[in-house]
């Protein structure tokens, strides 16, 4: 079966980088997410990456996927405290005909002054 | 991308008794996805539900537990049955967003007590 695996826990200060990592097995994943949960809320779909691509970029954001290694990461340039939350990295063979997202372990950042 | 109206929002319920939640989604789509999260815990897959068809349960869930509606392309419902202390959980409805993505309603947090 598929794993998909994150650290627990990460505390940057304001300001900093913090960089979210995941670990997956599944080599067929061709579609890998970053899910943002804050408290007591749903789950906010950040960014996607298809496993043709090395990196994307969006605004503070920046996505590397090294497919060798099934290593999936999240840039998060300038964090912010609006940042802190759980984030989950998630990975499907491809959209659609009936295949499930899954989910990683969840990484909470903690932003701190 | 599809907008899920997810509701209740939260819910405490006495042992023993059923909750329905329900998922209206702005957009018709094929399936929707029902997911647990249990505290502190990813997210675990449910059940997927079709239109005009019974819904497909992953392995440790069942429809007595878990009975599934789906009447016409925008809305389902999932009932927690019976419940029980162990039943407390964050619930999650799921739709296909695009060919790229899925998105999430804003959750149903239950208590059991």
Known sequence: ??????????????????????????????YLYW????????????????????????????VLLNKKDKHLSLRIADTQTGDSAIYFCAEIPFVGGGNKLTFGTGTQLKVEL | SAVISQKPSRDICQRGTSLTIQ????????????????????LTLIATANQGSEATYESGFVIDK???????????????????????????CSVEASNYGYTFGSGTRLTVV
């Not at chain 1, 994150?6 to 505390?11: G, V, Y």
């Not at chain 2, 929707?32 to 999260?37: K, L, P, V």
């Open chain 1, 1 to 30: 079966g598929e794993d998909v695996e994150q650290s627990l826990f990460l505390s940057v200060r304001e300001g900093d980088s913090s960089v979210i990592n995941c670990t997956y097995t599944d080599s067929s994943s061709t």
């Open chain 1, 35 to 62: 899910y943002k949960q804050e408290p007591g809320a749903g789950l906010q779909l950040l960014t996607y990456i298809f496993s043709n691509m090395d990196m994307k970029q969006d605004q503070r954001l920046t």
């Open chain 2, 23 to 42: 998922c209206q989604v702005d957009s018709q789509v094929t399936m929707m996805f029902w997911y647990r999260q249990q505290p502190g815990q990813s």
């Open chain 2, 66 to 92: 878990f009975p599934i509606s789906r009447p016409n392309l925008t809305f389902s419902t999932l009932t927690v049955s019976n419940m029980s202390p162990e039943d407390s959980s964050i619930y999650l």
